[in-house]
């Protein structure tokens, strides 16, 4: 069984910063794309930012510049580095990933249990 553990949410003043962490764990072969979501209290989930395994980068526009995506492949790990944090970044935060648990398998789509992010002061 493949999951991924988010740390990292918590309570943030407004213009602060706030890191967060996820990693996968199980029968893993390959990680694809990784990436952080988000869904405020009575909205929709929305894209926060995705990171191939080769690097690339994809940001909301609402976040460019001020949040930052990294991967460990290693690791099977994303980050997400979130500074001049707004209290509309208030959001319960999940971790994404496309994983493959054996060679001839297809892509799985893996949800962490998402992680609190509050901005306020």
């Known amino acids: 069984q493949v999951q991924l553990v988010e740390s990292g949410g918590g309570l943030v003043q407004p213009g602060g910063s706030l890191s967060l962490s996820c990693a996968a764990s199980?029968?893993?072969?390959?990680?694809?794309?990784m990436g952080w979501y988000r869904q405020a209290p009575g909205k929709q989930r929305e894209l926060v930012a995705t990171?191939?395994?080769?690097?690339?980068?994809n940001y909301a526009d609402s976040v460019k510049g001020r949040f930052t995506i990294s991967r460990e492949n290693a690791k099977n790990a994303v980050y997400l580095q979130m500074n001049s944090l707004k209290p509309e970044d208030t959001a319960v935060y999940y971790c994404?990933?496309?994983?493959?648990?054996?060679?001839?398998?297809?892509?799985?789509?893996?949800w962490g249990q998402g992680t609190l992010v509050t901005v306020s002061s």
């Open positions: 990171v191939t395994s080769g690097g690339s980068t």
């Open positions: 199980g029968s893993i072969f390959n990680v694809y794309g």
């Open positions: 994404n990933a496309d994983i493959k648990i054996s060679a001839d398998s297809r892509y799985l789509e893996v």
